[in-house]
């Protein structure tokens, strides 16, 4: 299967902080990427769709100021947490596809932020 | 509304016996169902990918069989072994949305 690779797996930012997590296609062109969130013991909660070059569509309830979501080329995405704060801290994971129905969803290995 | 429900939420079984994890879904409008795998505290590891067109799909122990009809997916497991034990999710794809429903997932615990 195709490779999406995700960076970083894991990390700590401080209250108040940006974190740039980034979505990587390694051998398709993937022109649509989702950004998905999971809290501890919930299932995976789509946050946002991003088609390259346009802009990203939010789901209800997700702050697009607070979630920055770029994906200016086949091959890559990037979700920015703005001034992160505790309760953005979550597990974050990104799957990409061709944006054909029919066709799988790829996923990264996810991203564990912690904010302190 | 759109909503993929998994039955049981936590399951614990003895190494070797055959189990079922289930997966129902709203609507019968899907274009495939995923079966994926998930190890506390990391990614997903996709399973078993069934098309609409198709009723089940089989890799190694797994079987997994949709029927769209009455919205329903199983996940058969034959001869379970303890590495086996993880969080088992189903997750929908809609005609005219790209993106996946997630059920929230079936905790699997097989005692050695």
């Known amino acids: 299967g195709a490779v999406v690779s995700q960076h970083p797996s894991r990390v700590i930012c401080k209250s108040g902080t940006s974190v740039k997590i980034e979505c990587r296609s390694l051998d398709f062109q993937a022109t649509t990427m989702f950004w998905y969130r999971q809290f501890p013991k919930q299932s995976l909660m789509l946050m946002a769709t991003s088609n390259e070059g346009s802009k990203a569509t939010y789901e209800q309830g997700v702050e697009k100021d607070k979630f920055l979501i770029n994906h200016a080329s086949l091959t890559l995405s990037t979700l920015t947490v703005t001034s992160a704060h505790p309760e953005d801290s979550s597990f974050y994971i990104c799957?990409?596809?061709?944006?054909?129905?029919?066709?799988?969803?790829?996923f990264g290995q996810g991203t564990r932020l912690t904010v302190v | 509304k759109q909503e993929v429900t998994q039955i049981p939420a936590a399951l614990s079984v003895p190494e070797g016996e055959n189990l079922v994890l289930n997966c129902s879904f709203t609507?019968?409008?899907?274009?495939?169902l995923q079966w994926f795998r998930q190890d506390p505290g990391k990614g997903l590891t996709s399973l078993l990918l069934?098309?609409?067109?198709?009723r089940e799909q089989t890799s190694g122990r797994l079987n997994a069989s949709l029927d769209k009809s009455s919205g329903r997916s199983t996940l058969y497991i034959a001869a379970s072994q303890p590495g086996d034990s993880a969080t088992y999710l189903c997750?929908?794809?809609?005609?005219?949305?790209?993106?996946?429903?997630f059920g929230t997932g079936t905790r699997l615990t097989v005692i050695p």
């Open positions: 609507d019968s409008a899907i274009y495939n």
């Open positions: 997750a929908v794809g809609w005609a005219g949305a790209n993106n996946l429903f």
């Open positions: 799957s990409a596809s061709q944006g054909v129905e029919d066709t799988e969803a790829f």
């Open positions: 069934i098309q609409s067109s198709q």
